[in-house]
């Protein structure tokens, strides 16, 4: 009778483990000390080898040559529980098996010797399941079993084993088990069983899985039934229901075209193949999380779950992105799965969503909107009247007109502190209603030197040196291509005062274009008190 792989290649002993190094070496290390508790709590997701483990450690405890980590796996008693059929190891199924009366008479057959071996183990799986009043039937005899007995609590959800119950007992948490390590351990059951592969469809399979060795065998073994000896990863990825990088990669194209009408047809498409949407958006969703992380980690990194080429294109398709349109993306598409959980009509929110994450993509930053509404309009011109032409290396370059630019080949290379350029600079910016940018101008260090003007600004005014505002100023007022360098420090000289009174901060906020709108609006408005907020 054929028997499955997950079963054919159940790991019999310690040294076939994967991914449980930790619990491994703890138990190898209490039997080599013949320091055995009495209670243990197995703890973990599904398939990562709890119940697995408790058969190891039970043919440990019973081998012939035992207590021993490294059971011979001969004798009777190894064999025996290897088969399932030993009569001193007990295995309970807490699911069907969770009532008082259970433990009742488990607490009975704890009470009578082993029939032949050295330990009487019961090893309980899903745990979690037994009442409240069987766990309190059992508590004693947990509390201070007999000296051959060993209890082994398997669960996936520990926390609802009672603290009565767990302090009682050494707790083990079984970890997910590495991508590598699932898609090597399948490897090497692909050759023992000439099973033709590839790392794509290996790939596949232990993304299947999504850490469970069961789930990713399991999946191996559907992958043969379906494909034969030659696995296909097309055929496979057809067969479990998963998305291609191909098709979740139209997603990232419509959001770099910002084509809406692409992103309809994907669901129609979808819909037409008879694909389910609910799961479509939460390989999209995964999809997204792995971009994320290749935009912040690169590629070859171990937490994506993907093959080395897999994780190149990914990382590919993440540069042309932003980590916050990312972020954005990844959270509009949790959303959008949580909805389609109890949705009447999954293909209309699908295509919100869809539409929704187009639209998302079209958001600026907080400080682009701010800066664009500080500096919309076209700016008056200037009451004060720039200065003449410079006669010597400490004055302040000219003003060209657009209509004779200043020639490319006589740079300026005047450096000094040009105090009317700051002059310059402030008023511009002021009549532009960037106030704060204007008053971390002022209290700046401004020199130029061949075509770039030098910012030294102290500290406490960095966040006010928005670069891109600067430069749109500064190339206004030259009227040619400049650059321009913002350096964080103290300056030199002492930033001379500038001749406009800076006493009167009351008038300067009155006369602000966003205060102005805003008593346009609202006309019964009353400013009744102005606060300078660097004092």
Known sequence: MYQVIARKYRPQAFAELIGQEHVRTTLENAIAQQRIAHGYIFSGQRGTGKTTVARILARCLNCIDGPTATPCGVCASCLEIAGGNSPDVIEIDAASNRGINEMRELRENVRYRPARDRYKVFIVDEAHQITNEAFNAMLKTLEEPPEWAVFILCTTEVHKIPTTIASRCQQFSFRSVDFGEVVKRMEEICVKEGIETSPEVLSVLAQAGEGSVRDSLSALDQAIACCGTTLDAVEVRGMLGLFSLDSLGEVSDALKSEDSRKMLDLVMELERNGRSLQHFCR?????????????????????????????????????????????????????????????????????????????????VTIEEALSDLGGSGSPPTPTRKPPAPPT????????????????????????????????????????????FTADAVEHSQVTESNGELQFVTPEEFSLAMNEKDILKVVQKIAGRPMRIKIALGKPETAAAPLAKPRDDVSERALAHPEVRRFQELFP????????????
């Open 283 to 363: 390989e999209l969703a995964r999809y997204f999380r792995n971009l994320l992380v290749a935009k912040v980690a690169g590629a070859n990194t171990r937490l994506i779950a993907a093959s080395a080429h897999e994780q190149e294109r990914l990382a590919e398709v993440a540069s042309g992105f932003s980590e916050e349109d990312l972020t954005r993306y990844l959270q509009l598409t949790l959303d959008l799965f949580k909805d389609l959980q109890s949705s009447l009509q999954p293909r209309l929110h699908l295509e919100i969503g869809l539409l929704r994450l187009v639209q998302a993509g079209r958001l």
């Open 392 to 435: 010597t290396r400490s004055a302040a370059p000219p003003t060209p007109s657009p209509q004779s630019p200043t020639p490319a080949s006589a740079p300026v290379t005047a450096s000094a502190p040009s105090g009317p350029w700051r002059d310059r600079l402030h008023t511009a910016l002021m009549e532009a209603g960037m106030q």
């Open 524 to 535: 019964d408005a009353q400013v009744r008190a102005v606060r300078n907020l660097k004092e």
